[in-house]
């Protein structure tokens, strides 16, 4: 069974950073890709970031130069930089990790860590 915990959320002026990581436990056979996502109220979970087991990123349009994604595969870990913070920011920020057996795939969330950026 793997469990991913969030952590490092919380209030944050605009204009500020925040870090925040992604810790799995479990038995994991081979990552393939790991990301970070967001849900605001009243809105769908998007991506915000995401890095491949090789180190690929990719980024959402509105966060491109503000956010950095990095990972430690050895540690099944990842972690969102988050600097220039936005009001619109605001959400919670949930981690995924996509897992490969044999073939088949899996994908695991973490239980989300909020983030407010508000003054």
């Known amino acids: 069974q793997v469990q991913l915990v969030e952590s490092g959320g919380g209030l944050v002026q605009p204009g500020g950073s925040l870090r925040l990581s992604c810790a799995a436990s479990?038995?994991?056979?081979?990552?393939?890709?790991m990301g970070w996502y967001r849900q605001a109220p009243g809105n769908q979970r998007e991506l915000v970031a995401g890095?491949?087991?090789?180190?690929?990123?990719n980024y959402a349009d509105s966060v491109k130069g503000r956010f950095t994604i990095s990972s430690d595969n050895a540690k099944s870990a990842s972690y969102l930089q988050m600097n220039s913070l936005r009001p619109e920011d605001t959400a919670v920020y949930y981690c995924k990790l996509t897992d490969n057996y044999r073939g088949s795939v899996s994908t695991y969330w973490g239980q989300g860590t909020r983030v407010t950026v508000s003054s």
């Open positions: 890095i491949t087991f090789s180190g690929s990123t």
């Open positions: 479990g038995t994991i056979f081979s990552i393939v890709d």
